[in-house]
């Protein structure tokens, strides 16, 4: 098993997760997904978060901060959607991706066992 498989499986193991991908934000696809909604669709998920990550990554740039992206979260009435650029050396122009149900989820665990994924996986 890859380690871009077992971090998908614990992405899916965090408390209210509906859907993990590992992204490509240069060409928009993703290298790898597991959901558990019929509902999201990761494909287009990962192609649309990728124009989220690039635009970021230009604002900060336009406005010459000196600044990582540690995460960006879009919080929807039902969802979070959370997007944690890679910052390995092997993993640069990747990221995580991972929904979850907002009713079910703890954001601040989501977010720190995010955190632990990332560090944990070289691709």
Known sequence: MSNMD??????MTIEGAVGAAVVDYGS??????????????????AAGNTEVVRAKLRT???????????DILITLTGQYHVI????????KGLFLYLALDRNRANLALARHR??????ELEV
Not at 6 to 11: C, F, G, H, R, V
Not at 31 to 40: D, E, I, P, V
Not at 62 to 70: C, F, H, N, V
Not at 85 to 91: A, D, E, I, V, Y
Request: proline share 2%.
């Open 84 to 91: 944690r650029p890679l910052t390995g050396r092997k993993s």
């Open 28 to 45: 928009g696809m993703a290298l790898g997904m597991l959901g558990s909604s019929k509902a999201l669709d990761l494909q287009t998920a």
């Open 6 to 11: 077992i971090a998908l499986k614990d992405m």
């Open 114 to 119: 995010l955190k632990s994924i990332e560090e």
């Open 60 to 70: 900060i740039d336009q406005l010459g901060l000196k600044e990582e992206i540690e």
